[in-house]
């Protein structure tokens, strides 16, 4: 690979009379963008991951990741609504709602758009509504598992 | 949507499965091999758990 090495150092075409041609080499010290976007905190990646469901990873560049837990999360949540899940709300149902809805809300944006189309409301005279509700927890538990692998890849990158 | 139990069961099983390879393991084969893995023991599992609880239904 010998041979590729002067094609790394480029001359001035224009030089001044009298003045010694100037070599410009490719400076190693300039970072690529990648490594640019991983100075960012590592929180901004959890709270983007939060966001959009695989955002996180994106952002990373880990885009099988990224397209991964999109499809998990939304396949979740979208078979949990599809079923007449509950989309819980705080202060439903003693201590056991309120950990529903700290699930449901892993789900980020994304729970705000399912209570916003969630017009029929749940059906939980069904066992399929009750499935439903466990469908829509378990794409926000999804997410927040999602959103702590970006921090820890995020934090790994940036060490 | 009127979903069997069986397949909403299913449903749950395989994106969890999916999710749970994807984070836990590097190559897509080792993801591959995870997934079936953990989506025929979530499947394995109930189906399992509901003959244990078939007597308590009659």
């Known amino acids: ?159 | 949507m009127a979903t069997h139990h069986f397949a909403a069961m299913m449903i749950f099983a395989l994106l969890v499965a999916v999710a749970l390879a994807a984070l836990g393991e590097r190559t897509p084969v080792n993801r591959a091999r995870h997934t079936a893995w953990t989506f025929l023991i979530f499947v394995a599992f109930a189906v399992g758990f509901a003959w244990l609880l078939l007597p308590l239904s009659r």
């Open chain 1, 1 to 159: 690979m010998s041979d590729e090495a002067p094609s790394e150092v480029s001359v001035h075409p224009a030089v001044e009379p009298g003045v010694a041609p100037v070599a410009e080499t490719a400076s190693p010290v300039q970072p690529a963008p990648a490594e640019a976007s991983s100075q960012s905190p590592a929180t901004l990646f959890a709270l983007a991951a939060w966001i959009v469901p695989g955002l996180g990873h994106l952002l990373l560049g880990r885009w099988a990741k990224a397209g991964t837990f999109f499809a998990c999360v939304v396949g979740l949540l979208i078979c949990g609504c599809a079923m007449r899940g509950e989309v819980l709300v705080p202060g439903t149902d003693g201590p056991f709602g309120t950990l529903g809805f700290l699930a449901d809300l892993g789900c980020g944006t994304l729970y705000f758009l399912a209570r916003a189309l969630e017009a029929a409301g749940s059906d939980l005279s069904r066992a399929a509504g009750d499935y439903g509700t466990r469908l829509i927890a378990a794409a926000g538990i999804v997410n927040v598992l999602a959103m702590l692998d970006a921090f820890q890849m995020a934090s790994h990158r940036n060490r």
